[in-house]
């Protein structure tokens, strides 16, 4: 029972905050949008259970953090082309320390709550590093001598911003 009335929970909590942030995108979402946050809600039983900080232009915020499942996942690649983009290194930074994702989007600037996950690989000669802004990624990915490769993948999250880290 308490599973259910979890689910339940967790169900009217993306449908509302979905709903707040949806107001304030500057992009019209497509009903596979929705239907994968519905897919997303229903196939997440431990509801949404993680809040990571990411930079957003060299400022650090706090998002909520669910995957989407891979069914809904290619859905929303397929049909919605207002995904932004969530930059993450899962190799992590030099002393084992975490590599902060960064985003290219808040709220009241075309943010968009769905992400598609876009991997950051340091290539060989390069020490992996922090960066701060999507901006800095694109630049460390570009040019003759490229920092860094950037690879797409066919992960999405639904990744709502909940506020500015203090």
Not at 7 to 21: D, I, K, N, P
Not at 43 to 66: L, M, V
Not at 120 to 130: A, D, E, K, M, S
């Amino acid at each position: 029972m308490k599973n259910a009335f979890s689910l339940t929970a967790t169900t009217a909590l993306l449908v509302a905050v979905f709903s707040f942030y949806g107001c304030q995108k500057e992009v019209t979402q497509s009903s596979a949008t929705a239907n994968a946050v519905q897919d997303a809600a229903t196939h997440s039983p431990q509801g949404i259970s993680t809040e990571i900080p990411t930079y957003y232009n060299s400022a650090i915020f706090k998002i909520f953090f669910a995957e989407f499942s891979p069914n809904a996942a290619k859905n929303l690649i397929t049909h919605n082309n207002s995904l932004n983009f969530i930059y993450q290194s899962d190799n992590g930074l030099p002393g084992d320390q975490p590599f902060i994702s960064v985003i290219d989007a808040i709220p009241g600037d075309g943010m968009n709550p769905v992400w598609r996950e876009v991997q950051i690989v340091f290539n060989p000669g390069f020490t992996p590093r922090q960066l701060y802004s999507d901006d800095e990624v694109l630049a460390a990915a570009s040019g003759p001598n490229q920092e860094i490769t950037l690879n797409m993948t066919d992960e999405v999250y639904w990744c709502p911003v909940v506020g500015k880290k203090h």
